[in-house]
């Protein structure tokens, strides 16, 4: 079994290792033999963290693909061009394809699921979500027969770490992200990860796959956490709730989806709150089977090549029975507005410390029908003089109605900001 | 697609009735059509929790399993016999097979694997393990390449809601047991449950699939949680611990696996801590993958009946491409003996309030090699006047060092009882 694979960074060098590592102990567990044919590079000469043999190494993706003696491609490169063309140029000539590429599934996942299926051959993605967490597999297979109606996930780890940092070293945004920065879980540029983009590609993924309907990156709202404060996750934390980034897909019982990525307060007693520094985890409650949890190394080279290597081994024994797990079609998804859907809410306001002003905030609240769980009113050793910050919970509340209160509340002359604004994930995921 | 059930209690009506509600969308993602062909019971009157179509019902097992309308059998009776002589019968009609049956599993899943494998067809069994949980699957398919170092489970619901009352409310372990028998969670008999023979069952099905050598429950060596005492939770959470019941399948760097079932200590930052109440999850430890988790209901019948039905689809789906998964053959381990394990421990200690106690004791972990970490004289209110209790700490000792320190311990004038030994799960499953 001929593997061809494009791009040798990241993931493709480790997985390249990988596969040498494993050939014996994956030929006496299931008789297939894999070799790495050739790998797609775009300079022959670039230092790389794996040492691979040089006699490997191409810059022709076309003819990686084509080649008659590659029987599998696995795909590295990430990013839509030019993955997306070699993927249905490998897919077209009925071989199998193994790819990470978030970003393509994202945006183009049911054309190239239709492609695979119309070539009666595997397109195997379990390394896209989560790395190495077995997640799109027992979506697929093991909960076919179950009607899942939320999954929750932490599947971005350095925004995951920056808030760990932030809840258990007390550090403020910015340290926290330069901490990121410096052991290389966040980029110079860290916004992709920081704004919720990339969790927001995978929640598109989930959505498809668990919800079977076409989501696609562009549908999902996304908030990310560079508003958070030492003071929300310190509040959070008396409160008993953590602060995590959530990427959350739903199915209601009319059967639309709604899609989202923000951050949110999870009660410490939730599986989901324990999840620490760059860790990922995914939750699904289903209606037969509960609540689960899946957790483990959402990034990294060698844990995203386990995956991609354990989709490897899969479609290599598919190609070689001659079957292929077919991942159905999918229709449109009817999607929700953000506006429809309701959460309680933690609400931090700056005001000014004076005594109309919970009568005017409260006011607010009412006249659109937001009803308030609790209010705080905190002192802060570094506040101005004549100013408090009140924090409120709310109880559930329509988003569009809570939209209309912020901006009211914006105007009030008493007020001087609206702090953080964020969701809390009540008890109800607990008590299923 | 026509199933037969075998059985129709805590499992079988549920999956009678989640295939009947289930039918549609299975169609609509798979193109499979399942219908419940017979459901064999011991007595057609017995009221039963779920409502079953009295026509479907049979007393004739063997007539169901050979019955030629049949084409797959899902066997939800339990124990050894009949269950097994029925599998081998419908294996041999090439008929695929799915159960939840541990037991079975633990004393005779080789030679079910080798049938099944013999016959071309599917033997399935995710709900065996964590019930809901998929496990089976990850570790066959998922985690094919993956280089499995250690598995350890949360896998006895039971147990694991006894340790949370008790860690939680301050129950003592009787008071907590009688709780867990109200509300159905533990059998008047709880011994298969406290004992550690269900999880030692479970953990020799784990150990099985993960490292492809045979193990079966006489193998494992099993401690349960009947002599947990409050001191010894409070005293565990003090030094930042929680207590949990583990089942622990190692592969060494020799080949050689160690299988056990024991109370443990936990750190409260590993993941395996914050598991509460009756949930189950399975922790596991790869070269290249690094930690994984899979968290949710262990038992109960619609999770089960959730899982099963999963195990269905696939079976179905291969039977139509007329594959199956195989399970591999599977030589006999090479098992390391508890006496060569290494572990921290923890040991508490009933002893004289005298000055030379101390001294006796230390010189008898001494001469045996086993190092003191940290020691503490805890008082207790409720303590006989000149008594006292010491809690040790150990470094890494030898499972038979420390046993030969016990022993000679217990000989000591001044002490007056060997309290709980508990197995420290270190940080260096964090650290990987």
Do not use: W
Request: charged share 20%; glycine share 10%.
């Amino acid at each position: 079994m001929k593997v061809g694979v494009l791009g040798c960074g990241n993931v493709g060098a480790p997985l390249v290792s990988l596969i040498e590592q494993q050939r014996d102990s994956i030929r006496a567990r299931t008789g297939i033999n894999l070799e790495v044919k050739a790998v797609a590079v775009r300079t022959l000469s670039r230092e790389r963290t794996v040492e691979i043999d040089a006699s490997l190494l191409t810059t022709d993706s076309h003819g990686l693909v084509t080649d008659p003696e590659v029987d599998l491609v696995v795909e590295t490169i990430g990013g839509i061009e030019p993955a997306r063309e070699l993927i249905l140029e490998a897919l077209k000539a009925s071989k199998p394809v193994v790819t990470a590429n978030k970003e393509l599934l994202a945006n183009f996942g049911p054309e190239l699921f239709a492609a695979a299926d119309g070539s009666g051959v595997d397109l195997l993605f379990e390394a896209a979500v989560g790395g190495g967490i077995p997640i799109i597999r027992p979506l697929r297979e093991s909960l076919a027969a179950e009607n899942i109606t939320r999954v929750m996930g932490i599947v971005n780890g350095t925004t995951n770490f920056i808030l760990t940092r932030m809840s258990e070293e007390g550090l403020d945004y910015a340290d926290a992200l330069a901490e990121a920065q410096s052991l290389g879980y966040a980029e110079r540029d860290p916004t992709a990860d920081v704004e919720g983009y990339d969790a927001g590609a995978k929640a598109a993924i989930i959505a498809t796959i668990a919800f079977g309907g076409r989501v696609v990156a562009g549908d999902v709202y996304h908030e990310g956490i560079s508003g958070i404060t030492e003071v929300d996750i310190e509040f959070a934390d008396r409160l008993g709730f953590a602060i995590k980034l959530l990427a959350i897909a739903e199915r209601f019982d009319d059967g639309s989806v709604a899609v989202r990525v923000h951050p949110a307060m999870v009660p410490h007693t939730h599986p989901l709150a324990s999840v620490r520094d760059s860790f990922n985890a995914v939750f699904i409650e289903g209606e037969a089977v509960g609540e689960l949890m899946f957790y483990g190394r959402g990034a990294g080279g060698y844990p995203t090549a386990s995956a991609v290597l354990g989709d490897v081994v899969d479609a290599a024994a598919n190609l070689v029975k001659g079957t292929h797990a077919s991942i159905g079609s999918f229709g449109r998804c009817d999607l929700r507005s953000l506006d429809d859907l309701t959460s309680a809410f933690y609400v931090n306001l700056n005001v000014e410390d004076s005594p109309g002003v919970l009568a005017a905030v409260a006011g607010a609240f009412g006249r659109h029908g937001v009803s308030i769980h609790s209010m705080e009113q905190v002192s802060l050793a570094d506040s101005a003089a004549g100013t408090a910050k009140l924090i409120f919970i709310t109880h559930q509340a329509r988003e569009a109605d809570l939209r209309v209160t912020l901006g009211e509340i914006r105007q009030l002359e008493t007020v001087s900001s609206v702090g953080s604004v964020l969701r809390v994930i009540g008890a109800e995921g607990q008590q299923r």
